[in-house]
């Protein structure tokens, strides 16, 4: 099979594997939801925080690094399994020591309880993770899609039972658990047979993939501060409660742009990195991609946010469909976001990790402070901050990263790629919002505007896009 072919069958799976999990994610939320309360939502998403944090640190970016070398010895990769796997427990015992200091800061002593048996994640999720990475190099995304998959559904069980015998919010975290056990029983069963293990530990042989997983780490540590800077303040700023509907709706957005991306830029990678040299060719298909990415984000975001109150209610439950007004500003910040991330298909492309670092380092500058001036006007004074901030974001966007890659792009023709998408988005949505709240404000009204939204976008993507989108897409 050609690298193409396996290109776009490893994007094809990668794809099918995000959007179930998305799926499956969505479906386990809106299951427990029925169960949980509020502020349940809001302690997992603290424990989630400093759990996931510790969790970059138990790798410190060896897993990343072994995509470096193409050929690695049977010594060396158990050398890094092991210690990966002792670092594991290192940092889950400094996880309990620091827990008595996270619930003191925000004032939840449930913290106590919580953080430690999801800390237990630590070490189930270094169990497999380097046989992740072999199956990575090898372009095996079925096998992979598979494990997840599987594991994934059979959590969603767990999520289930445990929540019906009134396990409360045990029944999210021990269903994560779960998630990670079932996923690394799996990858260790089918791939120590080609990557077989020996008792071996030597710090110096491994020192190059440890030097190079050194940088990946501290920029690991930058790109999760920068995209959990808000829960981090919101969860001392607010109450756990709005902390909580905060999260379970950031959660759907977010969810729902992982379903969207993934089947554009899968495939722009790979194709853009082939005009890697060619600047000139590389800026047309890099604005192809930015249309395509700006048609489909302005489209399903502005969806979600014309039919927000039916969504909240059928997946989150009666009690979540008040928060509409959350879920139509975080499409804002969802849609603006998903568009700017295509930026740093140039940077992994051109190899400027330095544009990438100064980008990360300014959003967990800037961040706080919009997060902690929206917060003297509540949840509402957030969500609008963050809306804001991607705004903004998207425009320093070109300023850093693609003004230094693609000189000749102009920012007018960067900012023209999105405007007749969002001017469309904007048109549709009050027109058919205010049919939605004049007509109908039976729930019945938002299958009606989903019968005329998704026409009227597929017919302007079809007029506008088709020869750049086709041309991007075949050439």
């Known amino acids: 099979m050609s690298l193409r072919a ?6 094809f799976w990668t794809t099918v594997s995000a959007a179930t999990r998305a799926v499956i994610q969505i479906l386990r939320l809106a299951i427990l939801t029925r169960f949980l309360e509020k502020s349940d939502f809001g302690l ?5 925080l ?13 897993s990343a690094s072994l995509f470096s070398t193409q050929h690695v010895s049977q010594k060396v990769y158990s050398s890094l399994y092991w210690v990966s796997l002792l670092l594991s427990v290192g940092f889950y015992l400094v996880l309990l020591a620091v827990t008595p200091f996270v619930a003191g800061f925000y004032h939840l002593p449930e913290l106590t309880q919580l953080i430690p048996v999801m800390g237990v994640e630590l070490i189930l999720g270094s169990m497999g993770r380097q046989f992740r990475v072999f199956r990575e190099k090898a372009l095996e995304f079925k096998a992979l899609a598979i494990i997840d998959i599987t594991s994934l559904l059979c959590s969603l069980i767990v999520a289930y039972v445990l929540a019906v015998r009134g396990a409360g919010i045990y029944s999210l975290i021990i269903s994560a658990l779960f998630t990670s056990l079932t996923a690394g029983i799996m990858l260790i069963i089918t791939g120590y047979r080609k990557h077989p293990l020996v008792m071996y530990i030597n710090l110096r042989e491994g020192r190059s993939f440890y030097k190079i997983g050194f940088y990946q780490t501290g920029s690991q540590i930058l790109d999760y501060i920068a995209s959990q800077i808000d829960i981090l303040l919101i969860g001392k700023l607010v109450s756990v409660s709005d902390l909580g509907v905060y999260n379970l709706v950031k959660q759907l957005v977010l969810k729902t742009a992982l379903m969207i991306n993934p089947v554009i830029t899968g495939v722009a990678v790979p194709v853009l990195a082939k005009f890697q040299d060619d600047l000139k060719t590389l800026k047309e298909k890099y604005l192809q991609t930015h249309h395509a990415v700006s048609f489909v984000n302005f489209g399903v975001y502005g969806l979600l946010a014309l039919v927000g109150p039916e969504i909240l209610y059928f997946v989150y439950g009666p009690a979540y469909a008040t928060s509409a007004g959350t879920l139509q500003l975080l499409c804002v910040w969802g849609a603006f976001t998903s568009i700017g991330s295509t930026v740093m298909t140039l940077v992994i492309i051109q190899g400027r990790t330095d544009l990438g670092l100064i980008n990360t380092t300014l959003r967990v500058l800037v961040n706080p402070i919009f997060v902690l001036v929206g917060a003297s006007y509540g949840i509402l004074g957030i969500v609008v901050s963050q809306a804001i901030f991607s705004i903004l974001f998207f425009g320093l966007n070109w300023l850093i990263v693609i003004k230094r890659i693609l000189k000749s792009l102009s920012f007018r023709r960067y900012l023209g790629g999105i405007v007749p998408f969002l001017l469309f988005s904007l048109i549709a949505f009050s027109v058919l919002f205010a049919f939605k709240i004049t007509y109908d404000r039976s729930q019945q009204s938002a299958w009606m505007c989903l019968g005329l939204w998704i026409p009227a976008f597929g017919l302007l993507y079809w007029v506008m896009s088709r020869k ?8």
């Open 6 to 11: 396996q290109t776009l069958k490893g994007t």
């Open 44 to 48: 997992v998403a603290i424990v989630v």
């Open 50 to 62: 400093v759990v996931g944090f510790a969790h970059i640190l138990t790798d410190l970016g060896v």
């Open 468 to 475: 750049t989108f086709t041309r991007f897409v075949f050439s």
